[in-house]
């Protein structure tokens, strides 16, 4: 009676050493993936504030009537600096520390383990895509900046900026303008992945609630 006594006395304790890794890493999970939702909302401003940008210039790329300087520098002010991307840096080391470390038995509900591990395996394959967006962009940029300076002639719009003579000089080139619409492309592409891994984060928090 007695050892069986122990032996049920130490089962009870190891039972609530478990359950209190449990709620530890079901917590963290939750803060990551808030922290996630943060970051991916901030991505996102920032990617829609360029495709904005993008759109009115591919636009006015299609337009038999060019747009004044006056416009096209409108346009670039609204950019936050150079043209550029969001890198956001998603958590996922609970999750994969779980996997690693063969916790994830910890976790009972067979359903909340199922959530977990389809959200980080979706994060991964959207992240991917993202990345993929990245080098369309990378390549649209390095194209732009070839064709402007192709174009660019020192007595285009004297007045004007810099930056946007050499806009004005690419919008009137058929390779400036496919490397504007391949800019379009990557931010479009991003904000759309962005959108994805904002759902599967959102409905996340919703099942761990």
């Not at 009676?1 to 963290?28: C, F, I």
């Amino acid at each position: 009676v007695g050892v069986l006594a122990a032996l049920s006395v130490e089962s009870w304790r190891e039972n609530q050493t478990d359950r209190g890794l449990e709620r530890r890493y079901l917590e963290q999970i939750v803060m990551d993936a808030q922290e996630n939702l943060r970051l991916i909302r901030e991505a996102t401003a920032l990617e829609q504030r360029h495709l904005d940008v993008a759109e009115s210039l591919w636009s006015a790329a299609q337009s038999d009537v060019p747009p004044s300087a006056d416009s096209v520098g409108v346009w670039l002010g609204r950019r936050d600096g150079s043209w550029w991307f969001s890198d956001p840096r998603l958590r996922d080391g609970t999750i994969t520390a779980l996997a690693q470390t063969g916790d994830f038995a910890l976790i009972r509900d067979a359903r909340v383990r199922s959530g977990i591990l389809g959200y980080v395996s979706q994060l991964h394959a959207d992240l991917e895509e993202f990345r993929r967006g990245v080098q369309i962009h990378e390549e649209a940029q390095t194209q732009l900046a070839i064709r402007g300076e192709v174009g660019f002639t020192p007595d285009m719009s004297r007045g004007s900026p810099r930056a946007v003579r050499l806009y004005v000089a690419i919008l009137s080139d058929p390779e400036g303008r496919a490397a504007l619409e391949r800019l379009h492309k990557g931010y479009t592409s991003r904000i759309w992945y962005l959108g994805q891994i904002e759902e599967a984060t959102t409905a996340l928090l919703d099942m761990l609630s």
